[in-house]
């Protein structure tokens, strides 16, 4: 048995090398230590193609995440459509900018808003019917022109239309093509002044800035819906009706007096003779009428509406005997050049369409099928006759429409 002598206190606290020959382990703690030391030593930076890797997988996730986000998102918008959650339903006011909102009549509430709607006057028709019911008190829209604002909330429509007492005014619907006769039995029915009041007016056009070779106020009366105030005297709706067809001439760039009254003349013959499609065109057919040196019509227009006005009747049929009177001064078949004047009230677009007819090298036009309202064009009057026996076999197909 060997002596050892570790427990001696002479061994206690010394750093010399144990006299048995073996020698002290070392502590715990400093033994993970160093195999941390180590492993630190030991451990490389990652490569190249590591960072990558790394780099696409970061990529892809965000990716990821961003498909998935956007998938949440319109899924969120969709079912948002899908329950009416991202509908306009009114607008908050005051409105944008001014525009004109025409109600025709006989229109009706869901009407007039389908209209305002569509017109970005109001959001939502059905609000706007809403807003209509709880101020109407039995009172109806009248039929007219509006003074209006895009997107305005859908009470201050209901308002704007309703606002004012419909017995505060006189509704008058003017068609186009009414002669002045017809235009005055509207305008007295419509506001109980006589029509004796009307036609003395009429006796003397200049006082409304007419040409001094006009013989009425034929063609001046403009076609449209008017609402009168009931203090209006025949003379404020007459000067109302004859600015309205003054503005629109100087719209179109005509402004001095006399040529107004020679586009009117034209433009109530377009407005009589043709469908609205045509306006151009036989505008530009009677221009070529009117050219002097013209060999097919010499200057005459031979416009049947035209002879008919100063006959005093409306008919599609006239006899030879008619067509050769000259005493008649709206006889364009007898007398070439254009007649004395207008021959009824011609709207907006028959006087755009004279002020800027159609260069066609017709000279010709005849409607064909009184129902449909096709016209065919001719150069010649060989051709036109052809058309004319076409015309003349559709009323014989249909009995008592060609009178």
């Known amino acids: 048995m060997n002596n050892h002598t570790r427990n001696s206190p002479a061994s206690q606290g010394s750093d010399e090398q144990h006299t048995d020959g073996y020698e002290h382990p ?42 998935f986000a956007g998938t949440v998102f319109g899924v969120a918008m969709m079912l948002r ?101 017809e235009v005055f039995d509207i305008l007295s029915t419509s506001t109980g002044i006589p029509r004796a009041e009307f036609d003395a ?29 009931v203090e209006a005297t025949a003379t404020d709706i007459i000067t109302e009706m004859v600015r309205s067809t003054t503005d629109r001439l100087a719209e179109d760039g005509v402004t001095d007096p006399a040529e107004q009254y020679r586009i009117l003349t034209i433009a109530s013959i377009v407005q ?55 005493s008649n001064p709206y006889n364009t078949y007898a007398n070439p050049g254009l007649p004395k004047g207008p021959i009824g009230s011609p709207g907006d677009e028959a006087i755009d369409a004279t002020v800027n007819p159609a260069d066609v090298p017709f000279y010709f036009w005849v409607t064909v099928n009184l129902d449909t309202g096709e016209t065919k064009f001719s150069e010649t009057y060989a051709e036109h006759l052809r058309y004319v026996d076409e015309y003349l076999g559709w009323c014989t197909d249909n009995p008592g429409r060609c009178e």
């Open 26 to 67: 070392e502590p715990v703690e400093q033994f993970f230590a160093d195999q941390d030391t180590a492993r630190r030593t030991k451990r490389r930076p990652p490569s190249k193609a590591k960072r990558r890797r790394r780099l696409r997988r970061t990529v892809v996730m965000l990716v990821v995440l961003m498909l």
């Open 81 to 181: 459509d899908l329950l009416g959650l991202n509908d306009v339903t009114d607008y908050a006011g005051p409105g944008g900018e001014e525009t004109v909102f025409s109600v025709t009549e006989g229109a009706g509430a869901l009407a007039i808003g389908t209209g305002l709607e569509s017109a970005d006057i109001v959001a939502d028709s059905a609000t706007f019917v809403e807003a209509l019911g709880a101020i109407a008190d039995g009172r109806e829209v009248q039929p007219g022109e509006y003074e209006m604002r895009l997107q305005m909330p859908a009470a201050d429509a209901a308002e704007a239309l309703l606002g004012d007492d419909p017995s505060l005014v006189s509704y008058a619907a003017v068609a186009r093509d009414l002669r002045q006769g």
């Open 201 to 229: 007016l009429a006796a003397d056009p200049t006082q409304f800035g007419l040409p001094a070779q006009a013989l009425s106020l034929e063609g001046y009366l403009h076609p449209g819906e008017y609402r009168f105030d």
């Open 272 to 326: 009589a003779e043709a469908q609205q499609g045509d306006y151009a065109t036989v505008a530009g057919a009677i221009n070529n009428r009117l050219t002097p040196g013209n060999t097919e019509t010499s200057g005459f227009i031979q416009s049947d509406a035209s002879v008919t006005y100063g006959l005093g009747k409306r008919s599609y049929q006239l006899t030879d005997e008619e067509k050769q009177d000259t």
